[in-house]
T-cell receptor, first 116, second 115 residues
């Protein structure tokens, strides 16, 4: 168990809909990262939050957004869903984010999103 | 932009065979390097990491990797694989200067170990 909790584990929804994926980081970790894993694109970094603020942005579509709340949990919102958004969405957390000691990221179990 | 290349997409080995998975990255600055493993249906788990110091790093489950700066490589090795090593392996790079910790992943290598 990595200590990173993601809910739900599976999500099936229709095209055009909006979903919210939730991530609770490891206790004490201020950084939360979102990654998308798909067959054609592999594992891609989407976005990072550090202590409530957006810290880095990757290949995240405009239809997607994220936020990190004061209790440090994070949500990834996916809207106007398309078939191609079907993927495994991972959340990771670490103490890294604004310099300091090197440390690795710990990954959650992922949310498998299927858009039909 | 940084990129990570894993040369072997699908590797099939018999138990007790030796394993080497190639990983090359394309960033000339200071990098942190990782190998993650993903067992079927599970999350990514860290096998080993390199931040600095001895370029030969040892990880869990008998895995090791060697950082060769001149070749921009971080190959993963295991002297004798087991059936339980069947999984997908990802090499990842973090640009140390960005101070964000975000990872750039390779495409992954699927390892199938035959009993």
């Amino acid at each position: 168990d990595s200590g990173v909790t993601q809910t739900p584990k599976h999500l099936i929804t229709a095209t055009g809909q909006r979903v919210t994926l939730r991530c609770s980081p490891r206790s004490g970790d201020l950084s939360v990262y979102w990654y998308q894993q798909s067959l054609d694109q592999g594992l891609q970094f989407l976005i990072q939050y550090y202590n409530g603020e957006e810290r880095a942005k990757g290949n995240i579509l405009e239809r997607f957004s994220a936020q990190q709340f004061p209790d440090l949990h994070s949500e990834l919102n996916l809207s106007s869903l398309e078939l191609g958004d079907s993927a495994l969405y991972f959340c990771a957390s670490s103490t890294r984010g604004r310099g300091g000691v090197n440390t690795e990221a710990f990954f959650g179990q992922g949310t498998r999103l299927t858009v039909v | 932009a940084q990129s990570v290349s894993q040369h072997n997409h699908h590797v099939i080995l018999s138990e007790a065979a030796s394993l080497e998975l190639g990983c090359n990255y394309s960033y000339g600055g200071t990098v942190n390097l990782f190998w993650y493993v993903q067992y079927p249906g599970q999350h990514l788990q860290l096998l080993l990491k390199y931040f600095s110091g001895d370029p030969l790093v040892k990880g869990i489950k008998g895995f090791e990797a060697e950082f060769i700066k001149s070749k921009f490589s971080f190959n993963l090795r295991k002297p004798s694989v087991q059936w339980s090593d069947t999984a997908e392996y990802f090499c990842a790079v973090n640009d140390d200067s960005s101070n964000t910790g975000k990872l750039i992943f390779g495409q992954g290598t699927t390892l199938q170990v035959k009993p």
